[in-house]
């Protein structure tokens, strides 16, 4: 079946960086963009930005210019989201999520989510 | 960037009712590009909608999305307990892919 299985929960002290996985199967990895969307405790979710894994190309929203660097590896199916110069702000669980390439789509299948908690 | 603004905030109602919930964008959305998700605690979200009225794989008949012009609603018949939950809409045709602040639908 279609699945996005994200990496463990991490914990970073202000300034460092982090990276986060999101490995996806059951599915063609070239067709479906991915998007990486947060949601900060008891807060509500904002998008990031998404790669196409066809070709590489990303788009990030423009509070995260400049900070952010979304990947991916074709050989695994993996997708990759490091967030750099992080601070207390930036405490939150991190989605991936997947939309069909080829026309604009909803995000149909979610990672479980990886906590990444910012504290000194 | 689409500012989506959703109403109530929370909306308080009973096993057996109908829910209706609103999200209002800032200015036209392309093509009606307009999801719906649903979010219980500890879960990530689940699409409902697609394309303001599209329902998505498995998702009961109960569960409707309708527009009108820049007000889009979700429309729950008949609530059900694994109902009361915090939905959000999204608008995914323009960058950045905005969402509402979201409404806690609880139980009454």
């Known amino acids: 079946q279609v699945q996005l299985v994200q990496s463990g929960a991490e914990v970073k002290k202000p300034g460092a960086s982090v990276k986060v996985s999101c490995e996806t199967s059951g599915y063609t990895f070239t067709t479906y963009v991915i998007h990486w969307v947060r949601q900060a405790p008891g807060q509500g979710l904002e998008w990031m930005g998404k790669?196409?894994?066809?070709?590489?190309?990303?788009t990030y929203a423009q509070k995260f210019q400049g900070r952010v660097t979304m990947t991916r590896d074709t050989s695994t199916s993996t997708v990759y989201m490091e967030l750099r110069s992080l601070r207390s702000e930036d405490t939150a669980v991190y989605y991936c999520?997947?939309?069909?390439?080829?026309?604009?789509?909803?995000?149909?299948?979610w990672g479980q989510g990886t906590m990444v908690t910012v504290s000194s | 960037e689409i500012v989506l603004t959703q109403s109530p905030g929370t909306l308080s109602l009973s096993p057996g009712e109908r829910a209706t919930l609103s999200c209002r964008a800032s200015q036209s959305i392309s093509s009606s590009y307009l999801a719906w998700y649903q979010q219980k605690p500890g879960q990530a979200p689940r699409l409902l909608i697609y394309a303001a009225s599209g329902r998505a794989t498995g998702i009961p008949d109960r569960f409707s999305g309708s527009e009108s012009g820049t007000d889009f609603t979700l429309t729950i018949r008949r609530l059900e307990p694994k109902d009361f939950a915090v939905y959000y809409c999204?608008?995914?045709?323009?960058?950045?892919?905005?969402f509402g602040q979201g409404t806690k639908l609880e139980i009454k």
């Open positions: 999520a997947r939309s069909f390439l080829a026309v604009h789509d909803a995000f149909d299948i």
């Open positions: 790669i196409n894994p066809s070709g590489g190309s990303t």
């Open positions: 999204q608008q995914y045709g323009s960058s950045p892919y905005t």
